[in-house]
């Protein structure tokens, strides 16, 4: 599964690349009943204090709704056998040229009405360390389309940090860091795949749709920048989220 020439130029040039039809329709059927098993048997896990879960706002109503479990590897053997899939790795080894570590994997369920995300990049500039070889597999359990708020990128911007050097805390950018001329929506069908760099800039707008347009996002790093850290990088992560949300709220996170 290891991409074209021009698949890589496409990427280098770009920041990001889709490959389509890379997985059957009964695995993906199979990945969406997965979905549904996880909203019935992990119910429990779904609350606001759980640094597992997170909820974004309806775009008119402001209502709370869940959106993601991050991780999610270890309550979804299905989830763990894909992110170790050696299409995905193969891919994923082309764009690095040398064995990929996995880094982190989220569940994205975005239901109808949810919010998008700002312009940002994955690469956060003041988190010291984080790996610059870090790039994000995009899978969509759901058509990915403009009406339910499918991923927006920017082409070639992929080089450097767009938040200046002295707002390091920056994460969510101002739309005018980028020509809008760039941008290119991520219009996929389930088995299709994008891979996009840390630092390549992406938005989301609202799930306009009736429906819920899930997505499985798993990033790698090479072997080389840093070797295996998903587990430290969760550590660190949900450390500060802990300090974000206790400034937010008396509640104590905790995660389970």
Known sequence: MALTACELDAYRQHGFVVRRSVFTASE?????????RLLTDCRDL????????RFMPHHETGEKLFEVFDPVNDISPLCARLTADERLVGI????????????????????????????????????PGFPR????????????????????????????????????????????CVNPARRVQLELAPGD?????????????????????????????????GGDQREQHYREFQ?????????????EPYFR
């Open 46 to 53: 779904i609350d606001p204090g759980n640094l597992r879960c």
């Open 92 to 127: 994923v080894e082309t764009i690095m040229g040398e064995a990929a570590c996995l880094f982190k994997e989220k569940l994205i369920f975005k239901p109808a009405g949810a919010l998008g995300y700002n312009l940002h990049q994955d690469i956060p500039r003041y988190w």
């Open 193 to 225: 795949v994008a891979i996009f760099h840390g630092l390549t800039p992406h938005r989301s707008a609202p799930n306009r749709s009736a429906e819920m347009r899930r997505a499985f996002y798993v990033s790698y790093n090479a072997r080389s920048d």
């Open 28 to 36: 993906m059927a199979g990945l969406t009943s997965e979905t549904e």
């Open 133 to 176: 070889t870090f790039l994000t597999v995009l899978i969509p359990i759901d058509a990915a389309t403009a009406e339910n708020g499918c991923t927006e990128v920017y082409s070639g911007y992929h080089h450097e940090f767009l938040a200046p050097a002295d707002r390091p805390d920056l994460y969510m950018l101002p739309e005018e």
């Open 239 to 251: 450390e500060r989220l802990r300090s974000h949300w206790s400034s937010q709220t008396a509640r």
